[in-house]
């Protein structure tokens, strides 16, 4: 498999498209005034303890503070920054076991929505503290930032846990050798102040790759500690990497032929990064500097606007029909133009199979994440369920994010869930359509012409007029004053007035003013 990143950077925004074997497989996409705070540490101010809520808000430097919850607060991270403090009462405070069991333990603590034992916040932080805090979710509505004092920082094969002192792995590599073999080599990077969760995508990681991960990550965080001490709290002191150079981290290993960047300055700016942090991907970096966007090239820019069409169209004729709602995503595959040359079951069968291809690389595509239903054709072969499966399964397995299948249900139906990483490609790239307000539908020129004159005879009845003046757009009083002709002469000579249709051509379809003269 042959892989190429193309980088496209503009002042306002970034995008990365990711092809394999000439074909579109991801898009990620990041916009300078909408840049995600979530990775990102600060040294905050507490400016707030709230003992009924178990909370405290502290202050980022954002328009709103953050919100911090009991639960959330490292207790070994709190208690190292406070003796720094000279905070002897909370530090001893901190000491106090979960199990402990004498009055004052008891008095200072509550139970948290798992079980455990939360001290009270008042002994954890105070009013006019300096604490280091990481976004966990951004800011959202007139709610602000949700904070951790749990810091880690991630890379592409491992999460650095500071203050703590193992080697955890995903519980999501189910193969016991694998799990073995990966804390082997793992363990030997952990100290007291620096632990490690492998991830996921380290299961099949060389040694190699792991030792370059765990080198990067203490470097970075070394970094973050020099900032920290020197107390500067206008700024984060730790700032998640940009779409740019978080994406050729989390590429490390990928079979990538070119790294092409239309932008000389951060062109400039990755090669330095990834000689200092990747050096295996500095010789497949390049600079693009053709007249030709670099988004024309593999044809990424139109197929970044099919991704956008609900309707997605086979190769043999058939289609897919993709539907994204706020719940679930659901998928239906039709045979459409698609004959087949033997019989039905094989016809269907092999829209299935092309279906599964189609199917894996729109929701890498298009980023799309939770609960998906995907209606195959209805098969009566069982032998044919298992192969449309396996084949689902053997698509999916390029996509590095997390997916489960649960198999054909009862209905026939095919139920799926991928992990949410980031925003879909719809949510990004669109808005709510101001006609239909998101149905996705608009009413028929016919449901509006009956609506208006509903809505004269209503008015009418209210009050009194002389004459009535229909607003509607072109479609709606072409309507009228032709096809639906005959009612408004009958409604006319109904209420004994006149009635007359002005075409307002800034009007859509569902909007009309009824106004009484």
Excluded at 100 to 122: A, F, K, L, M
Excluded at 161 to 185: C, F, T, Y
């Amino acid at each position: 498999m042959s892989g190429e990143l193309l980088i496209n950077v503009t002042p306002s925004e970034t995008r990365v498209a990711l092809i394999e074997n000439g074909v579109l497989q991801e898009v990620h996409v990041e916009r300078e005034a909408r840049r995600g705070l979530v990775g990102n540490i600060y040294l905050g101010k507490v400016i707030r303890v709230l003992p009924g809520m178990q909370a405290a808000f502290v202050d980022i430097n954002l328009d709103k503070a953050a919100f911090l919850h009991a639960s959330d607060i490292n207790f070994k991270l709190i208690l190292n920054q406070n003796k720094n403090q000279n905070e002897t009462e909370v530090g001893s405070a901190l000491e106090t076991k979960p199990n402990q069991t004498s009055s004052q333990t008891s008095n200072h603590t509550s139970n948290h929505g798992n079980g455990e034992q939360v001290p009270d916040i008042r002994t954890l932080v105070h009013e006019g503290q300096y604490i280091m805090v990481q976004v966990v979710k951004d800011p959202l509505g007139s709610k602000g930032a949700r904070l951790t004092t749990d810091i880690t920082i991630a890379s592409r094969y491992l999460v650095l846990m500071p203050n703590a002192s193992h080697a955890g792995i995903s519980q999501r590599i189910e193969d016991v050798n694998e799990r073995n073999r990966l804390k082997n080599i793992v363990t030997p990077y952990c100290d007291e102040q620096h632990g490690f969760i492998v991830r996921t995508a380290a299961e099949g990681a060389c040694e190699k790759e792991l030792k370059h991960d765990a080198e990067f990550l203490r470097r970075v965080w070394h970094k973050v500690v020099e900032r920290k001490q020197r107390k500067q709290t206008k700024f984060a002191i730790y700032h998640d990497l940009p779409l740019a150079f978080r994406v050729l981290r989390d590429f490390v290993g990928e079979a990538l032929e070119r790294i092409r960047i239309d932008s000389k300055l951060s062109f400039d700016q990755l090669a330095e990064f990834t000689q200092e942090f990747v050096p295996e991907v500095t010789p497949v970096l390049e600079y693009y500097p053709g007249e030709r966007p670099i988004f024309d090239l593999f044809d990424v820019e139109n197929e970044i606007q099919k991704a956008l069409h609900r309707k997605i169209d086979l190769k043999s004729g058939g289609s897919l029909i993709i539907d994204q709602t706020e719940a679930m995503t659901t998928v239906d595959i039709n045979t459409g133009a698609f004959v087949g040359h033997r019989n039905l079951e094989e016809t269907i069968f092999n829209t299935n199979i092309e279906a599964t291809i189609a199917i894996a690389r729109q929701l890498r595509l298009r980023n799309l994440g939770g609960i998906i239903i995907i209606d195959f054709i209805d098969m009566t072969i069982d032998d044919h369920k298992k192969r449309v499966l396996h084949s689902l399964e053997v698509a999916l397995s390029k996509d590095n994010v997390k997916f489960s299948i649960s198999g054909f249900s009862s209905l026939g139906l095919v139920e799926m869930t991928r992990k949410r990483t980031r925003e879909s490609l719809e949510h990004i790239l669109c808005g709510e359509c101001s006609v239909c307000s998101g149905r996705g539908h608009l009413k028929t020129v016919e449901t509006v012409c009956f609506e208006i004159l509903r809505e004269i005879v209503r008015v009418n009845r209210a009050h009194d007029a002389d004459k009535f003046i229909v607003y509607a757009s072109s479609a709606v009083s072409e309507s009228l004053i032709n096809d639906e002709y005959h009612n408004l002469a009958e409604l006319e000579v109904f209420i004994g007035k006149q009635i007359k249709i002005q075409t307002e051509t800034m009007y859509n379809q569902e909007q009309f003013d009824v106004v009484m003269m």
